[in-house]
T-cell receptor, first 114, second 111 residues
Framework: NAGVTQTPKFQVLKTGQSMTLQCAQD?????MYWYRQDPGMGLRLIYY???????DKGEVPNGYNVSRLNKREFSLRLESAAPSQTSVYFC?????????????FGPGTRLTVL | QKEVEQNSGPLSVPEGAIASLNCTYS??????FFWYRQYSGKSPELIMF????GDKEDGRFTAQLNKASQYVSLLIRDSQPSDSATYLC???????????FGQGTRLTINP
């Protein structure tokens, strides 16, 4: 049981290049999330998927697209990378427990855009 | 006003003492509250969550929730150097699966 996995771990892009960040979970969770984390800003939600086949915008969706490929996989795409997208990206999935939806995070992808 | 606010610290506590971390939130519709621990360069890991007023204990950790005053706190008893990390408070609004995170409090336990 690997939990939430993310690839790649590190990536350097030039401005204008595109790339896809991959995320997979093996916990049979319905909901999945993409966050970015910048120094002093905490975690900010980019997009989330409440269930297979649905996606919704979070707090900072501009410049990103997502695909919920199946129940296990949720990818994040940068079509034309910008230096402002330099950040650490975390994927998470959640399970419903009495009183709360608890989220579990992947190891993160550290992205630098030059 | 930010939705979830934490003192960014750093908070320095001697080993063996009680560390107290605080978080306030603005939305009275918030229903569930989470504490995550994040070591430098690592991903957040869930410590505990609370959704009823009062205290919830798990080992050395106690979460306290006061909905009337809109704050939630985390107490760490018998603090250890391994507790040195950034602690993130997160809030789930009723009817939504999304979490809103505070900016985190950096805690240092001094031997």
């Amino acid at each position: 049981n690997a939990g939430v996995t993310q690839t790649p771990k590190f990536q350097v892009l030039k401005t204008g290049q595109s790339m896809t960040l991959q995320c997979a979970q093996d916990m049979n969770h319905n909901s999945m999330y993409w966050y970015r984390q910048d120094p002093g800003m905490g975690l900010r939600l980019i997009y989330y998927s409440a269930s297979e086949g649905t996606t919704d915008k979070g707090e900072v969706p501009n410049g990103y697209n997502v695909s919920r490929l199946n129940k296990r996989e949720f990818s994040l795409r940068l079509e034309s990378a910008a230096p402002s997208q330099t950040s650490v990206y975390f994927c998470a999935s959640s399970e419903r427990r009495p009183g709360a939806d608890t989220q579990y995070f992947g190891p993160g992808t550290r992205l630098t855009v030059l | 006003q930010k939705e979830v606010e934490q003192n960014s610290g750093p908070l320095s506590v001697p080993e063996g003492a009680i560390a107290s971390l605080n978080c306030t939130y603005s939305d009275r519709g918030s229903q569930s509250f989470f504490w995550y621990r994040q070591y430098s360069g690592k991903s957040p890991e869930l410590i505990m969550f609370i959704y009823s007023n009062g205290d919830k204990e798990d080992g050395r950790f106690t979460a306290q929730l006061n909905k009337a005053s809109q704050y939630v706190s985390l107490l760490i008893r018998d603090s250890q150097p391994s507790d040195s990390a950034t602690y993130l408070c997160a809030v789930q609004i009723q009817g939504a699966q999304k979490l809103v995170f505070g900016q985190g409090t950096r805690l240092t336990i001094n031997p």
